[in-house]
């Protein structure tokens, strides 16, 4: 887990914007689903293509979060980033990738040891698993989750997972831009480093979403729509 104090990263906020710290005070457990991305083998295994090793500290955290809003009604969807199923081919990505492009490739194929959830995920049967082929769940064509969300009423989203300031932070940008509430839990997501890991977590809190620790989300979900 990382090594940084959001808390100060939150009053900062709080004193640009007013004094408010959280725009929402209250979550609609029925119309929440907690979007828990890529959490997979190839983020996650020591030694793994794109290793990030405070990942793994997080897992704890992600599956509080998964039980409690599963318990309160909500939704929990595990987001796989999947390589080779993309229309466009995405064809900048291979260019930026270089060299690494085939091996990223393979790792995150379909059915590959990379691809896999993490093992030590509490993923229950009733649990959605959705692939993406892009960093953000939302790109036309390359993912069904806004769909989904839509067809069961959803309005409200928690974002955990890998990487904070890619996978993470591109999802929770675009779901704000639809018009979803987004609660960003800086307890339970994960980058290479604590800067990027803080860079990411002051966008997050200043336009798009609110900051919530575990502890303090698990709360929240407890106490229901008021």
């Known amino acids: 887990m990382h090594a940084v104090d959001h808390a100060t990263i939150i009053d900062r906020i709080a ?3 007013g004094g408010v710290r959280h725009v929402l005070t209250a979550i609609d457990p029925a119309r929440t689903a907690h979007l ?5 083998n190839g983020f996650m295994e020591e030694g793994a293509l794109v290793e990030v090793p405070a990942a793994r500290g997080i897992v704890d955290n992600v599956n509080r979060i ?3 809003l599963r318990t309160a009604g909500g939704t929990n969807v595990f987001l796989r980033f999947t390589s080779g199923d ?3 081919d995405w064809r900048v990505m291979k260019r930026r990738s270089g060299d690494m492009a085939a091996a990223h490739g393979a790792t995150f ?17 009733a649990d ?6 892009r960093f953000g769940a939302f790109i036309p064509g390359t993912c069904d989750l806004h769909e989904i969300l839509q ?25 704000m831009q639809l018009d979803y509430d987004v609660i960003f839990v800086p ?19 200043w336009l798009f979403a609110d900051l919530y620790a575990t502890d303090e989300l698990v709360a929240l979900i407890d106490r229901g729509p008021g």
């Open 36 to 40: 828990v991305i890529d959490l997979q």
């Open 15 to 17: 004193t640009r914007r």
């Open 86 to 88: 993309d229309p466009s």
């Open 187 to 205: 307890d339970a997501n994960a980058a290479p480093s604590d800067e990027e890991h803080a860079a990411t977590l002051a966008n997050m809190g």
């Open 128 to 133: 959605l698993k959705v692939d993406k082929t």
């Open 109 to 125: 194929r379909r059915g590959a040891d990379g691809w896999q959830l993490w093992p030590e995920l509490d993923v229950a049967e």
């Open 66 to 68: 998964s039980r409690a």
């Open 151 to 175: 067809s069961r009423g959803i309005d409200t989203l928690i974002v955990t997972g890998t990487l904070s300031n890619c996978c993470c932070e591109s999802t929770a940008r675009d779901a």
